[in-house]
């Protein structure tokens, strides 16, 4: 069975910094792994999508990696900024489901 | 416009109620999800169902009875209700399940369910 963890659970750190996000599952056989933002009250959203053959992916501040061998992922988020505070979740999907993370609660303070 | 819409957004009512959550994709993806978050922000899979479908029954109670119209649509019928069912639910969609290699999802707002 596949299981998600993310480290740290709450992170806090002052404007401007870099910062990394972990993520690691125990089974390797994955399709693609996924990573999201969820703000208080709202749903999920969308940040990268790593496929399984695929080592990273970038989108503007933020790049995430993937090692499926070690069975680990990393979201980086470069110049953090006030307005990156949320609750980031990695998700796997292998076995026709996602599994998730519980998430990394993310304060950046101004 | 909205590409995975839930309603209704809040949902409070008393235990023993029957109740009903509707999900609706505007993607045409062909897969869809029911996840539940619980207290402490955990999000666990429900249902999946493929081309309407069901695929993935997560040994969810009975009580518990997802329905599929069509490809777009999958509603979430609660019986009796409990105090314990009080969560966040989200819907999801993806393009497709079986060999998916870039099966990405998109997640409805969630409906808040709070069982009094």
């Known amino acids: 069975k596949q299981e998600v963890t993310q480290i740290p659970a709450a992170l806090s750190v002052p404007e401007g910094e870099n910062l990394v996000l972990n993520c690691s599952f125990t089974?390797?056989?994955?399709?693609?792994l996924q990573w999201f933002r969820q703000d208080p009250g709202k749903g999920l959203t969308s940040l990268l999508l790593?496929?399984?053959?695929?080592r990273e992916q970038t989108s503007g501040r933020l790049n995430a990696s993937l090692d499926k061998s070690s069975g680990r992922s990393t979201l980086y988020i470069a110049a953090s900024q006030p307005g990156d505070s949320a609750t980031y979740l990695c998700?796997?999907?292998?076995?026709?489901?996602?599994?998730f993370g519980s998430g990394t609660k993310l304060n950046v303070k101004p | 416009d909205t590409a995975v819409s839930q309603t209704p957004k809040y949902l409070v009512t008393q235990m023993g109620n029957d109740k009903s959550i509707k999900c609706e994709q505007n993607?045409?993806?062909?897969?869809m999800y029911w996840y539940k978050q619980d207290s402490k922000k955990f999000l666990k899979i429900m249902f999946s169902?493929?081309?309407?479908?069901?695929?993935i029954n997560e040994t969810v109670p009975n009580r518990f009875s997802p329905k599929s119209p069509d490809k777009a649509h999958l509603n979430l019928h609660i019986n009796s209700l409990e105090l314990g069912d009080s969560a966040v639910y989200f819907c999801?969609?993806?393009?497709?399940?079986?060999?998916?290699?870039?099966?990405?999802?998109?997640f409805g707002q969630g409906t808040r369910l709070t069982v009094v």
């Open positions: 999801a969609s993806s393009p497709r399940l079986v060999g998916a290699m870039n099966t990405e999802a998109f």
């Open positions: 089974d390797s056989a994955i399709y693609n």
């Open positions: 790593i496929q399984s053959s695929q």
């Open positions: 998700a796997v999907y292998n076995f026709n489901k996602f599994y």
């Open positions: 993607l045409g993806h062909d897969t």
């Open positions: 169902y493929n081309n309407k479908e069901l695929i």
